[in-house]
């Protein structure tokens, strides 16, 4: 059972359903260099613990929001760290923060997927809950390692352009901003 929610965990988090899971890493890492890897580090910890906590809370049915207002509200932490990124992006340790707070929200949509899997079944910690969480943490660092790779092969081509950390910043944020606002015009 262990394998089995592990796999489903992992696959949730790199399916075309988690497009704006993935999304919202794109626009979370999108501020960083490399040499930042330790802030970045720190930004995405925060972003799992909120998660992975209210995965749990929301698995347990100790916390309770309806589904829509929570798609809604996970197209907006798309759009905040967009505008983020294309407003405050010299404030990276608001970052800090704001990823903690936009985790929340995912892990309540985490748990949505996840209370479909224990349809008929008893939640149990080590069998059920613990191999969900890591395999969506282990699809996470695998669409932050693209991510992350892209980034890096993008800087050393643009190395000698001024301010192409900045263009890079707007290539992602713009667009991403864009879809994310119209998946709350579509949510609402």
């Known amino acids: 059972m262990f394998q089995t929610f592990f796999q489903q965990g ?5 399916s075309a359903d988690a497009l704006d899971h993935i ?14 890897w ?20 929301s698995a347990l049915n100790i916390l309770s929001i309806p589904s829509n207002w929570v798609e809604i509200a996970i197209a907006a932490t798309i759009l905040l760290a967009c505008l983020e990124n294309i407003l405050l992006s010299k404030a990276k340790q608001l970052r800090i923060f704001t990823s903690l707070c936009f985790g929340l929200v995912h892990g309540m949509g985490f748990s949505g997927h996840l209370k479909e899997l224990f349809t008929g079944m008893q939640i149990n910690w080590f069998t059920t809950l613990l191999p969900f969480n890591l395999g969506i943490e282990i699809g996470q660092i695998v669409v932050l390692a693209i991510c992350l790779t892209l980034m890096s092969i993008y800087y050393k081509i643009t190395s000698n352009l001024k301010n192409s950390d900045k263009v890079l910043c707007y290539m992602i944020s713009v667009p991403v901003g864009i879809y994310a606002a119209w998946l709350i015009v579509e949510r609402i």
């Open 10 to 14: 992992a696959t949730h988090i790199l």
């Open 23 to 36: 999304l919202f890493l794109l626009a979370l890492v999108a501020i960083y260099r490399y040499h930042e």
């Open 38 to 57: 330790k802030q970045l580090l720190l930004v995405v910890t925060m972003f799992t613990i909120a998660h992975s906590m209210t995965l749990v809370f």
